[in-house]
Each structure stands twice: as C-alpha cells, then as structure tokens.
C-alpha cells in the first residue's frame, strides 16, 4: 500500500518538472496539478497536509516554506532520518523541493482542537515557563523568543510549536538532544535540546500539545525583512525573557537556513 503510493508520487514528482518550468507562465495549472501530485504526501499527511491522527505524522500544511523547504533538503540530505520520506526526496532537486515546500505553505487550512491530556497542573506550569521564559541559570533562551511572541512561528523559517502532537514533539526534541535530528549549521536547536532535561521536554512537549492554535495565525516575519539569514548578530542573546522590545532582531536569524536555489 504504501510502496503503491510511493511509486505513484515518483511518478507523479517526474511528470510534474515541465509544469515547475511553466509557472510563471500558468501558476493555475501548476497549483492543480501539485495538489494532485502531492497525494502520497497527503496520504502519510493528512488530507491537505494538516496531519493524520495518528499523532505523529505531523502538519505540513500552512508552515513557513522555508522551513519545509530546509526539512526536505534535511531528509534528502541526511540531517533528518525517515527512510521512506528519504527515499521518495532523493532523487528531486533543490527546486523541486522548493516547489513542493511552497505550495504546502500556501495551504492555510484550520486547525484542530488540542487532544484531551492527563498532564498535572504543575507539569504544564513548568512548561509554560519555560516556553515563554527559559532558564536563565543554565542559559536557556525562552522558546518564544525565536518562535514568535504566539509561538506560532516566524518567517521565513522558524515553524510555529503549536498544534503539533504531544509525540511528535518529544521525538523531536529528543533527536536534536542525541545528534539524530539535525539542521543547517549553525544548528540553534541542537543547542536548546542538550541544554533540556528529559523531565524539560515532557513538560514543555505536553504544555506546547495542550495550547489551541490561534484563530488566523501564520508566522510573522522576522522583523529584519533579509534574505540573507547570515547577516545576524553574532552572538544570540542568552538573557531568558519573553519581553524582549517589539521589533528587536528575533535571535533565530542567526540559525542555519538553506540558501533558497536561483530561479531563472
Ligand atoms: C510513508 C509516509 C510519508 C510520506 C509518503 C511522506 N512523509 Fe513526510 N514525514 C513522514 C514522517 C513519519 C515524518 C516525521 C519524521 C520524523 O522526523 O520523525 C515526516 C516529516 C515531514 C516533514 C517535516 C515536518 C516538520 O514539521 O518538521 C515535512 C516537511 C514532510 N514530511 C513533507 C513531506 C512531503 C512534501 C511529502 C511528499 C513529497 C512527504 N512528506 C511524504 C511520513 C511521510
Ligand atoms: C535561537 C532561536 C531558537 C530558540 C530559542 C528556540 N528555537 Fe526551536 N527552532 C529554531 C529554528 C531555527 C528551528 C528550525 C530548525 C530546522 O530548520 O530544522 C526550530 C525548530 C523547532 C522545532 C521543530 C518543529 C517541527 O515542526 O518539527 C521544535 C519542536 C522546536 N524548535 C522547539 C523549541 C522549543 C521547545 C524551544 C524552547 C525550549 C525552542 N524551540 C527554542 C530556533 C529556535
């Protein structure tokens, strides 16, 4: 079943290369013929890519293309492991995957409700901390602090922490903790992870699982509108505070993100 859907998505992915060509030429049939392309994606996505409810095959769909477009590369390349997700992107180039990442992205489709848990209140309290203050005693940025002030994300390529599963998020942080999940250098999250303990990510992965997303809610640009991510300070703040000024440099522009492929 799911090497049918494989194939039949390789199939698709290689008929798709003279419609990238043509986009600019008919963005409409490019958008029609990618929505049915992508429907091996959808089928381990979820419809449309807004997961499935499994609880672990996670949201694609509304991301910032950037950071979609950096995890494709990360699977592709090795940084992320997931073999069939690996095997499906090897052969497809860097703008391919750009493509594919942009037209998730575009995909602005509601969210559910978060799942009912079983967390304690103090659980939660020591997550909602964290998440909005950090720990200043062992230098830990508050999560807010590159993730938006609503946790949702902030563009071009800092993805939103909620409205993931519980699971999911732990296998997350705990693959960036042990070096499984990495991303482009300089790699922040590599950084946060092995600054939590295993007790810091249960607590933040089931207080982030808990929140609603935010009606209407895509990731904000980063307040300096560069296009070269490189241009950052050189050293991200350590104080952990939610307050920084509006309008200050999100720190995350200082993280690793992929050159985006020259278009003709
Ligand atoms: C066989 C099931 C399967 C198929 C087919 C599949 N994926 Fe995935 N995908 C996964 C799983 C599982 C993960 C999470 C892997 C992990 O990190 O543990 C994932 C992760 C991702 C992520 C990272 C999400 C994030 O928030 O970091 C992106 C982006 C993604 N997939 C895009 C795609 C696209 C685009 C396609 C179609 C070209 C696709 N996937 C096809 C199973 C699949
Ligand atoms: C210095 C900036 C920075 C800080 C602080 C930060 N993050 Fe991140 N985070 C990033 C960037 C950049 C990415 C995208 C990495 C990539 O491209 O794979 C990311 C990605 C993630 C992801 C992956 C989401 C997905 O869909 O797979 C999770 C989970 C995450 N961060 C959790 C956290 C948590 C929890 C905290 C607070 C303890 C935190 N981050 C603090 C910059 C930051």
Request: a positive charge; hydrophobic letters at 40%.
């Amino acid at each position: 079943m799911a090497r049918a859907a494989l194939s039949g998505l390789l199939i698709g992915l290689i008929l798709l290369v003279p419609a990238v060509q043509a986009q600019t030429a008919a963005p409409r049939t490019f958008e029609d013929s990618m929505a049915q392309r992508s429907l091996a994606c959808t089928h381990c996505h979820g419809a449309g890519g807004r997961a499935a409810p499994d609880g672990y095959h996670p949201r694609i769909a509304g991301k910032p293309a950037i950071y979609l477009y950096n995890q494709l590369l990360n699977f592709r390349d090795g940084r992320r492991h997931y073999g069939p997700m690996t095997q499906l992107l090897a052969p497809l180039s860097d703008e391919y995957l750009l493509a594919i990442a942009e037209h998730f992205a575009a995909l602005q489709l509601p969210y559910p409700a978060p799942l009912p848990h079983k967390s304690s209140a103090e659980l939660l309290e020591r997550g909602r901390t964290l998440a909005y203050q950090g720990d200043a005693s062992r230098q830990l940025q508050a999560c807010a602090q590159c993730h938006g002030q609503n946790l949702t994300g902030m563009l071009p390529h800092v993805p939103g922490l909620l409205g993931l599963p519980r699971d999911y998020l732990n296998a997350q942080l705990g693959a960036w903790r042990t070096g499984k999940r990495r991303a482009h250098a300089p790699d922040c999250m590599a950084d946060i992870a092995k600054r939590l303990q295993p007790q810091d990510i249960e607590a933040l992965a089931s207080w982030l699982a808990a929140q609603a997303v935010p009606a209407g809610s895509a990731g904000a640009p980063a307040s300096a509108p560069t296009s070269a991510p490189t241009s950052a300070p050189t050293s991200a703040p350590t104080s952990a505070s939610a307050s920084a000024p509006r309008g200050a440099q999100n720190p995350a522009t200082a993280c690793g993100t992929a050159r985006s492929p020259q278009r003709p």
